[in-house]
């Protein structure tokens, strides 16, 4: 299986752009690029997906590099509620989502 | 609120005793799934269903294990003679899948304390 790398944690000051990438350089062309963000004492929440082509919704966008095995999170605008663990995955079509550790995204007010 | 829910938010237990958790689901989802996570860790999967059918298990499902959904509605874990080591935080999710597309809705968790 596929996995994913994404640095342990992150800081970022509050209403600033914030970064997150992951490496998943063993990635198949199958494979769907899926983050969930768990924010504390909550389950984790899904945020963005993508395949191929640069993804945009209300909560992130995500920027996928052309060779597939490396993709970015983004937030436009930092703000505290953003400060979670942010789980990069690599969904290929099995029912199960494999986590790894995740980024630790603190917000710096 | 994601729709799901779990039953107990928290439980304190005997090494030895049995516990059983229940989810309630988004009520059209059709898969449930059961994810352990402990201290500074991702989820890690343990198994789902689809409607009533239990369809994997991972192998960290011992035999003290047992999850079931009757009816394909709602879903109950039950952990028999628990150890220390089953101290986690047990989380279930749902979804609908719908082609490859596969968002899992998770509940707030049941985090268990094995004295």
């Known amino acids: 299986d596929a996995k994913t790398t994404q640095p342990n944690s992150m800081e970022s000051n509050e209403e600033e752009p914030v970064h997150l990438p992951c490496n998943h350089s063993?990635?198949?062309?199958?494979?769907?690029i899926h983050w969930y963000r768990q924010l504390p004492s909550q389950g984790p929440e899904y945020v963005i997906h993508g395949l191929t082509s640069n993804v945009n919704n209300r909560m992130a966008s995500l920027a996928i590099a052309e060779d597939r095995k490396s993709s970015t999170l983004i937030l436009h605008r930092a703000t505290l509620r953003d400060a979670a663990v942010y789980y990069c995955i690599l969904d290929f079509g099995n029912e199960k989502l494999t986590f790894g550790t995740g980024t630790r995204l603190t917000i710096i007010p | 609120d994601t729709g799901v829910s779990q039953d107990p938010r928290h439980k304190i237990t005997k090494r030895g005793q049995n516990v059983t958790f229940r989810c309630d689901p988004i009520?059209?989802?059709?898969?449930l799934y059961w994810y352990r996570q402990t201290l500074g860790q991702g989820p890690e999967f343990l198994t789902y269903?689809?409607?009533?059918?239990?369809?994997?298990k991972s192998r960290l499902l011992s035999d003290r294990f047992s999850a079931e959904r009757p009816k394909g509605s709602f879903s109950t874990l039950e952990i028999q003679r628990t150890e220390q080591g089953d101290s986690a935080m047990y989380l279930c999710?749902?979804?609908?899948?719908?082609?490859?597309?596969?968002?899992?809705?998770f509940g707030p968790g049941t985090r268990l304390t094995v004295l």
């Open positions: 269903f689809q409607n009533e059918a239990q369809l994997e």
């Open positions: 063993t990635i198949s062309g199958t494979d769907y």
């Open positions: 009520s059209e989802h059709n898969r």
């Open positions: 999710a749902s979804s609908l899948r719908q082609g490859i597309y596969n968002e899992q809705f």
